[in-house]
């Protein structure tokens, strides 16, 4: 039988506590898992994703069936160059169904052989995104359980950098 392979593409921006949830369930259902921090040109990101990769690794310490990668391109390109055609997306809320739902049918259109696999977020995740951590962060409110130390150390330093506005 050969390995399932899964890819779970984000921009990590940073990287919250609901990311490594979803990273850490989907190593219990796939033989691999690539995190992959895509780049899209239309965002302006806080970190870069040499910062967010570094991030993300030092997150996901002993999980070995983790790989962390970037791309900046098609993530249905990417996902056949990784040989594989399964994609993970985590949904928090009705709002990211509309959009991911959109995503996967036009992947799936562009190939029909991808298949998009979505993962509910665990509760107390559900309400949790990187915009709002950076919001918090901004004010100077708590972050730090929604957040890996070295995660909120370093969204520590960007807002002490004035990265942050």
């Known amino acids: 039988m050969s390995e399932k392979i899964a890819v779970y593409p984000g921009s990590f ?10 990273i850490e369930r989907a190593t219990k259902i796939f033989d691999k898992v690539i995190v992959c921090v895509m780049v899209n040109s239309s965002k302006d990101y806080l970190f870069t994703c040499e910062e967010r990769v570094q991030l993300i690794q030092d997150c ?6 983790v790989e962390v990668d970037s791309y900046d391109g098609l993530l249905i390109d990417y ?7 399964i994609i ?10 509309e959009y991911e739902f959109q995503m996967a049918l036009t992947n799936k259109h562009l190939d029909n052989d991808i298949e998009t696999l979505f993962m509910i ?4 995740h559900s309400y949790l995104s990187s915009t709002l951590v950076k919001e918090l962060v901004k004010f100077q409110g708590d972050v730090s ?17 004035g990265y942050i506005k």
């Open 13 to 22: 921006d940073p990287i919250t506590k609901g990311h490594l949830d979803m």
């Open 60 to 65: 996901i310490g002993g999980l070995g069936n």
């Open 79 to 85: 996902v056949r160059s990784r040989n594989t055609n």
């Open 88 to 97: 993970v997306k985590g949904l928090r809320a009705f709002l990211d169904f």
């Open 121 to 124: 977020s665990s509760n107390k």
């Open 145 to 161: 359980d929604f957040l890996p130390k070295k995660v909120e150390i370093a969204l520590q330093k960007k807002y002490e950098e």
